[in-house]
Structures are given as C-alpha cells and as structure tokens.
C-alpha cells in the first residue's frame, strides 16, 4: 500500500466467498445493496474447493469401489457378481475436480455475476474501521466501505512439533493425495479425520485414527461413535483413543508418528500423516487490530444476534465468530447479518434447530438437544427406533443404526434427534424442520409416510414416543 493513496467508496464490502461470504452478497444484492466480495483464493472458499464438497465425492468413490469389490468378490448378498474392478485414481481425481468441484464454484460465479457483484481478487486487510487495504498480484487498492461482513473462514490447525508438509498433510492435501495410501494415519477421528479415514478406508487404505479423547466423532454420543468405531475396526483398520500425538519424523517413504496411551509411548508408521486436530479462525491475517473489533480469548470476533461487531458498521460470519464451524451455519447467519445491513430484518433468532452430519461411512446426524443435554431433566422422553425394524433399510442390506426422538412429556414437543444409518443426512432436515415448528411426536406419528421409506423410521419412533409403536 502507499501512504496517501486514495480510496474508492464502496457500499458493502464481503469479506471471503465461501458459503458464508457468497450467500451474503446474493442476499444483500437482492435487497438493494451495490456489493463487493474480495477472494484471495478460489470462489466458493474451504467448502467448495477443499471441503464438504470435494471430501463428499471422494467418500462418494469409496461407496462405489467397496460395493463393486464386494461384488468382485461375491461377497454381496444379492448374488451379484462382477470380474476385475479397477480405480483409475487420475480419473477419479479429475471427475472430483472438473465436474463436481468446477461445475459448483462456476455457479457461484455466475450468481454473483448475475447479481451485479463486483468480484475482486486480492487478500483484503483492514487499515482502520472504515477502510480495506486489498492487495493484488499487480498492485492494491483501497476501499471504503459503508458496511462489511467479515467471513474468512478458518484454516486447519498445525502441531507445531510436526508441521504439514511432505508426508505430513492436512484435509487439503488428503483430497489430492498422487496416490490411495496404503496405510494412512490420522491423528484427530473428529468429522475431518472420520470422514477422510472412512474414504480412505473403502479406497482400500488401512487406517489409524489417533484421538485424545475417549472417543471418535466428538460432536455425536458415545452410542452413535461407537457404531463408526466397531466399523473401523471389523475392517482391520485400528483406533486408539485417550491417545496424544507427541511427535513424527518422515522419510521420502513414509512417516512414523509416536503417540502415548496409558503413560506408554507406541509408535505406527504409514505412508501419509493427516493432522486433522480442528481448525482456528482466520482474524489474525487481516488487520482486525486496527480496527475497534472485540476478539473472544480464542482470537473469534464478538457479535449480537444480527451479527455485527461492537463496530456497527462491521458484521462476522460462520467459522470466524462462535459456535460450530458449520458451512450451513456460516448461510444462515449470512442471510441474517445481510437483511440486518439492508434494514430487512425478519426473525433473526439461531433456533435450537442447527443440524450437523457426520458423513462417515455409516452415517450421524443430530439436531436440537441431545441425551447428555437433557441428561437432568425429569420432563423428556427418548425414543429409539432401530433401521433393522424398516423394509426398505431391510431391502437396501443397510440395517446399522437407529433414529433417536427426544420429546418433551406434557405436550410431546420435540426437541431432538439422532441418526445413525443409511440416508441420515438427509433424513434429519425433516427433523430439523419439526423442531424449528414446534411439532410433537402426534404431529409427526400423524404424518403419513410413503411405504417402504427410511423416512417411516421418523413415524415409528414418534409412534414410540406417543407410546403407540406397530414395528417394534
Ligand atoms: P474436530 O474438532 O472435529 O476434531 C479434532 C479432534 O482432534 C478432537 O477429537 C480432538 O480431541 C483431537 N485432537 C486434538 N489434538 C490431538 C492430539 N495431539 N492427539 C490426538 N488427538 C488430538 O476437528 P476437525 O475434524 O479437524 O474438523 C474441524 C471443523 O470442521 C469442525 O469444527 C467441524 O465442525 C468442521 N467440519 C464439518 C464437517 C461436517 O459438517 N460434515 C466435515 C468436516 C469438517
């Protein structure tokens, strides 16, 4: 930047593309506001270039190649059998990229297109309240702005002892591995390293997950994880938990982490380290202290419930403020903070109802309050329906898991739900959708079903719940 240079005036600067930054500047397009987005990498952020999205088509591959190597095999029970199933990983790679990846950022450009916003590539600094530095491959520029929403998502955590690099990767660099590793290593088994490993596991990689906690999947139970864990380890992968990575030392072969469990120091060796321990906020690289912004203990930007800062003029995002790291999170508070900025505000209250969802191989999903969350209330009830009671799980041959309803006893509202089994992530929006309503466990047993769905499991254990069941 140079001193004195002048600045142009902008109207609603956005920080970061991702599903926060992007969903903001189409709704704040749409509600009259002249935008600007600045993108210092690829449009569409972590979740369109290296997140959700690509890690969704890799688990995608995997499902695939299992199913047709139980077939090769003729381990399927359907008597179906094929003859010499091969993965051409470049291919495989590139259908991740060209088509699933490409095709969605592509989509996202054009809709920013198409709502007249003004795209610039650059990393974006703050020189004070009211000013953005961005600087560019050719130059810089300034930029000042009447509001901003600040969402530059998060970027994984390192061990400073082993830094990513060489055999040593983060999520990034698992999704484009040159190679399926023949024994890959994980250290973390949250939602990164579970759903990285389960690819990887049908990919044919043994895998070792080493987590710190006493159990993998932190953000589900103990009862959901477990049902991922006996999975991994039927399969001849391992896990061990109440286990800390101490330290790795790599060759140009392989890697060899050293972890202690119970006092005792173990070591595994493999061909790739993926360090998945979680992910911090990006407010350190864009001169949040030149501004007034307010910062949490744990470097996450303060908010209210429209999601500015103790700057008025200056909004925060998804992964940068507090809660979970959630794209969907990130869309949601998107839309609030842009009707905020353009004076159209609704209804901007965070309801109970934030899903999340594990895509490991068997899938977790959960909404609302949990059985550790109500674990001291005397007014709830829990209801747990198993899929190995639904025709078509039976059908599909993928009866693992349960769907878990908790509902209150006066009225039976419900106020919870878990999923464990096949199409969880997609049954749980139906459960999302009654507790954002305010429905009981009547409204969704009287709720007719299509026969033979998953979706009756959601009606068999509201029938529980009314103390009413026919399947079980
Ligand atoms: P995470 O917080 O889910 O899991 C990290 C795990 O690493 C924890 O269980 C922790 O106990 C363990 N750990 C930390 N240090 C360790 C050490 N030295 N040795 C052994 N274990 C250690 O973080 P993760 O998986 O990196 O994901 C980051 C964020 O991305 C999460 O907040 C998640 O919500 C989000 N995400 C969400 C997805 C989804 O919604 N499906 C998918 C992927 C990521």
Same mark, same amino acid.
């Given at each position: 930047m140079v001193v004195g240079a002048q600045a142009t005036e902008v109207d609603l600067v956005v920080i970061g593309s991702g599903p926060g930054g992007y969903v903001a500047a189409i709704r704040a397009a749409e509600l009259g506001k002249k935008v600007t987005i600045i993108e210092k990498?690829?449009?569409?952020?972590? %979740?369109?270039?290296?997140? %959700?999205?690509?890690?969704?088509?890799?688990?995608?591959?995997?499902?695939?190649?299992?199913?047709?190597?139980?077939?090769?095999?003729?381990?399927?029970?359907?008597?179906?059998?094929?003859?010499?199933?091969?993965?051409?990983?470049?291919?495989?790679?590139?259908?991740?990229?060209?088509?699933?990846?490409?095709?969605?950022?592509?989509?996202?450009?054009?809709?920013?297109?198409?709502?007249?916003?003004?795209?610039?590539?650059?990393?974006?600094?703050?020189?004070?309240?009211?000013?953005?530095?961005?600087?560019?491959?050719?130059?810089?520029?300034?930029?000042?702005?009447n509001d901003v929403i600040i969402s530059t998502g998060s970027r994984p955590i390192e061990i400073p002892s082993f830094p990513f690099g060489g055999r040593i990767i983060d999520s990034t660099g698992a999704l484009s591995l040159p190679e399926v590793p023949k024994h890959l290593i994980i250290v973390g088994g949250g939602v990164i390293g579970s759903e990285l490993g389960g690819a990887y596991r049908m990919l044919g990689s043994k895998i070792t997950i080493v987590e710190g906690l006493d159990h993998i999947l932190n953000g589900f139970d103990k009862e959901m994880s477990?049902?991922?864990?006996?999975?991994?380890?039927?399969?001849?992968?391992?896990?061990?938990?109440?286990?800390?990575?101490?330290?790795?030392?790599?060759?140009?072969?392989?890697?060899?982490? *050293?972890?202690?469990?119970?006092?005792?120091?173990?070591?595994?060796?493999?061909?790739?380290?993926?360090?998945?321990?979680?992910?911090?906020?990006?407010?350190?690289?864009?001169?949040?202290?030149?501004?007034?912004?307010?910062? *949490?203990?744990?470097?996450?930007?303060?908010?209210?419930?429209?999601?500015?800062?103790?700057?008025?003029?200056?909004?925060?995002?998804?992964?940068v403020v507090p809660g979970p790291m959630l794209a969907h999170k990130a869309s949601f508070q998107a839309k609030v903070a842009a009707a905020a900025i353009a004076g159209a505000e609704d209804d901007v209250d965070l309801h109970v109802a934030l899903p999340a969802v594990a895509y490991t191989t068997t899938e977790l999903a959960t909404v609302g309050e949990t059985p550790e969350s109500v674990k001291d209330r005397k007014d709830v009830k829990i209801s747990k329906f198993p899929f190995a009671a639904n025709g078509r799980a039976i059908s599909m041959n993928d009866t693992t898991g349960f769907l878990r309803l908790i509902t209150e006893t006066k009225e039976g509202a419900l106020i919870g739900a878990q999923i464990v089994g096949p199409g969880a992530s997609d049954l749980i929006s139906g459960l999302s959708l009654a507790i954002e309503n305010g429905l009981t466990s009547k409204d969704i047993s009287l709720t007719i079903q299509p026969h033979p769905t998953l979706g009756e499991a959601i009606m068999d254990t509201a029938e529980l719940a009314d103390g009413l069941p026919i399947h079980v």
């Open positions: 990498d690829n449009v569409g952020g972590v %979740c369109l270039n290296i997140g %959700c999205i690509p890690s969704k088509a890799l688990i995608n591959i995997g499902h695939h190649y299992q199913e047709s190597l139980e077939e090769e095999k003729g381990e399927n029970p359907f008597g179906l059998s094929v003859g010499n199933v091969k993965l051409n990983w470049e291919s495989a790679q590139k259908w991740k990229q060209d088509k699933v990846v490409n095709q969605l950022t592509g989509g996202v450009k054009m809709l920013l297109k198409k709502h007249k916003v003004d795209v610039i590539q650059g990393t974006a600094e703050f020189i004070d309240n009211n000013t953005i530095n961005v600087e560019q491959e050719d130059g810089f520029q300034l930029l000042q702005f477990d049902i991922i864990a006996n999975r991994v380890k039927s399969a001849g992968s391992e896990i061990f938990t109440s286990a800390m990575a101490k330290s790795a030392t790599q060759t140009d072969k392989d890697v060899t982490l *050293t972890f202690e469990v119970d006092g005792k120091e173990q070591t595994v060796t493999g061909d790739y380290l993926l360090v998945s321990v979680g992910r911090r906020p990006n407010t350190d690289l864009i001169g949040l202290n030149n501004t007034d912004v307010k910062l *949490t203990d744990r470097g996450l930007i303060e908010v209210d419930d429209s999601y500015a800062t103790n700057v008025p003029h200056i909004y925060a995002i998804g992964d």
